[in-house]
């Protein structure tokens, strides 16, 4: 039987990149690859499960409490991000890392400690690395290693009293279509967790509000050598347009509670042009400031064009669950106790960014968020603690026992 380094090995190079430009679910076909082989994995351990035709698996342990309890659910995502290529990663495990430069591969690329700080959370510690020229998918493939690891640990010691749990592997999480298809039929639980974060002693319950905006620009192509008075270059557009936003908003100078805007892609030509961008913001009277800007910014070239050369387009696409916690703190009361029962530092920090369990919470179902021992994520330099994966398992461990010892 596998060991949670073994089967985060194994996950890790599966490539499972999400498409943005799919209109399908999931969005990239490979994801199937790990569905499936989940499936196979949950298959061998006699454990009911659901595969669902939108890329969703779904799996139930039942309770073998003589007390009713809380039924608590847990979440995490087979797809990796967009921004570094998921395809034959190969994985660098470094044992009792010790501080020292960690090369990647013969990419030329290192992690040290003056650019990665995070780096000194691991002294000690077990961790892996890329070898450079890939993301690792710690973010989520961790998060999946470890409830998988808690999953075989429960049904190979069935004298650990649990209620139900719930269990689902989502695709498509890094486009924000995560729990488009969620089917909470086979998901009846009270509250639940994403295990998708960071350093295991963050705990998040504290969200960015976001939203896309997709910019087009329409210009007017006439030949360069008769071009003046005439022509409206659509790439120039979209650079003046950037130039009308808050300059201060972005994401290489902000952090905490602070919102940005950020390009995330450009494309264009003289004719025409396009800008996506994303925008995020904790506060929500803040976060509807910032897509003004949009809007005003497209109001001040139209204007001073005399024509529509500028459109916009906003669309919502999750909202901060924070102030959801203020009616029922269940969720975070467990985990203030497992993690005091394990001695482990917990640090309530606001995520600067989005999960599955943001939908979810609005959808009813209360969802924060629990680490990986995941660093710098999205990236070549990604790494993660498998040391810190191995105590999450523990804490979930503790985490549901303690559930079942309460009411």
Request: glycine share 8%; with cysteine.
């Amino acid at each position: 039987m596998l060991n949670i380094e073994e089967r985060f090995l194994r996950y890790c190079q599966i490539d499972t990149q999400a498409d943005d430009n799919s209109i399908t679910a999931p969005s990239s076909a490979k994801q199937w690859d790990l569905l499936n082989l989940l499936k196979g994995e949950l298959d061998e351990l006699a454990i009911p499960l659901y595969l669902s035709l939108d890329g969703i698996l779904y799996a139930h342990l039942a309770s073998n409490s003589k007390i009713k309890t809380d039924k608590i659910g847990f979440v995490a995502h087979v797809d990796t991000a967009l921004e570094a290529s998921g395809k034959n990663v190969q994985p660098q495990l470094i044992r009792n890392y010790q501080g020292e430069d960690i090369a990647l591969g013969t990419s030329g690329k290192a992690l040290q400690q003056k650019d990665f700080p995070l780096l000194k959370r691991v002294i000690g510690e077990d961790i892996i690395t890329t070898n450079g020229n890939t993301l690792l998918g710690a973010d989520d493939k961790a998060g999946i290693a470890i409830i998988i690891e808690l999953i075989t640990h429960l049904i190979n010691h069935p004298e650990i009293v649990h209620g139900d749990l719930y269990f689902a592997f989502t695709s498509d999480e890094e486009i924000g279509r995560g729990v488009d298809h969620f089917d909470f039929a086979h998901f009846p639980a009270d509250f639940a967790y994403t295990i998708d974060g960071g350093d295991i002693a963050a705990v998040n319950y504290e969200n960015f509000n976001a939203a896309s905006a997709i910019v087009s620009f329409t210009g007017r192509a006439i030949h360069p050598g008769s071009a003046k008075g005439r022509l409206i270059n659509a790439s120039r557009l979209a650079m003046e347009f950037d130039s009308y936003l808050p300059s201060a908003e972005l994401p290489e100078l902000t952090d905490d509670y602070q919102g940005f805007h950020h390009l995330v892609a450009m494309e264009g030509a003289v004719e025409k042009a396009l800008s996506h961008y994303i925008i995020r913001n904790h506060d929500q009277a803040i976060f509807a400031r910032m897509k003004q800007d949009f809007l005003i910014a497209e109001q001040k070239m139209n204007t001073l064009y005399q024509q529509v050369v500028v459109s916009v387009e906003l669309k919502d696409t999750y909202y901060n669950m924070g102030p959801l916690f203020s009616h029922d703190r269940r969720a975070l009361k467990l985990v203030e106790e497992a993690f005091k029962q394990n001695e482990q530092e917990l640090i309530y920090l606001p995520i600067r960014g989005g999960t599955d369990g943001a939908r979810l919470a609005f959808n009813g179902l209360l969802t924060p968020n629990l680490g990986t021992g995941g660093y710098y994520a999205h990236g070549p330099y990604e790494f993660v603690s498998l040391t810190q994966m191995q105590k999450m398992v523990q804490i979930l461990l503790c985490l549901v026992t303690l559930s079942s010892a309460q009411k």
